[in-house]
């Protein structure tokens, strides 16, 4: 997205002069968020929002970092857009009830994210953000794993740390997955970002990158869907489906049986 674009979606996004449904404006004169739907007619301003505004030279670190958790937020409000986006680094909407990530096409200088806990799912794709090197979306609402990965390494082809513990489309223990489909679904996922140092809660290994790559490797997956009699996954590929599918149609299109002696470090 060139500067043109950006601007032309940034006048537009500040054009809109009707309150939004269930967005909490800033008034920084009062420190006050208002919220135009709900009951909360007034919620203080975060301590460091106050800050960065009266002292926007007294710490330069303090002055990229943002946080907006537990604000009852149904997205990014415009004031926070146009005071902060361009020179925040880290910011933090955990806890909220955003839905849409937008608004981030604003905040070029992005570096770390951290949404958990919001009611995300695979239908919201993050706008491009190159410089974006952490993301956290911990205990969201991501049902489907695939295409939605590979929208995210579209927009975030740089991502270092990820975490998607806690959604329905990355199994585990606690969310009643096996071994197995745990395995897989890391496999998967390290296989798109060759930058990704750290999944979820664990270190991505030489060891699982190179078993990623030869499971997972792009070139395999277009040359079957373009094979004919692969109808079927081809539809697979261009449609959001659970994990669960994904990886039982191709265990069954590939003829193998669940590998019963693998010795991967996870």
């Not at 449904?21 to 208002?34: A, K, N, P, Q």
Request: hydrophobic residues 35%; charged residues 25%.
């Amino acid at each position: 997205m060139d500067d043109e674009q950006t601007y032309s979606l940034y006048s537009s996004y500040r054009s809109v002069t009707a309150p939004d449904e269930g967005v909490i404006s800033v008034d920084v004169s009062r420190d006050t968020l208002v919220d135009s739907m709900t009951d909360m007619s007034e919620t203080p301003i975060p301590p460091d929002i106050i800050a960065s505004v009266d002292n926007p030279t007294e710490n330069e670190e303090q002055n990229t970092k943002l946080t907006l958790a537990y604000e009852r937020l149904y997205e990014i409000p415009k004031t926070i857009v146009e005071r902060f986006s361009d020179h925040i680094r880290y910011l933090d909407i955990s806890h909220n009830k955003i839905t849409n990530l937008d608004a981030l096409v604003f905040f070029r200088n992005l570096t770390s994210l951290i949404a958990d806990d919001n009611p995300i799912t695979e239908n919201c794709c993050l706008p491009p953000l190159p410089k974006l090197q952490l993301l956290w979306l911990n205990r969201c609402k991501i049902s489907s794993l695939y295409p939605w990965v590979g929208k995210l390494k579209e927009s975030c082809p740089n991502l270092q740390y990820l975490s998607l513990m806690g959604n329905p489309a990355a199994p585990s223990y606690f969310n009643g997955g096996t071994f197995y489909e745990y395995l897989q679904y890391r496999l998967f996922v390290i296989s798109q970002f060759p930058s990704l140092n750290h999944l979820d809660d664990r270190k991505v290994t030489d060891d699982q990158r190179t078993e990623s790559l030869r499971l997972y490797k792009r070139p395999f997956f277009e040359r079957m869907v373009k094979s004919a009699g692969f109808t079927q996954l081809n539809t697979l590929v261009n449609t959001s489906v659970s994990w669960n599918t994904f990886q039982n149609k191709i265990s069954t299109f590939l003829g193998k049986d669940k590998p019963q002696n693998r010795n991967l470090l996870i």
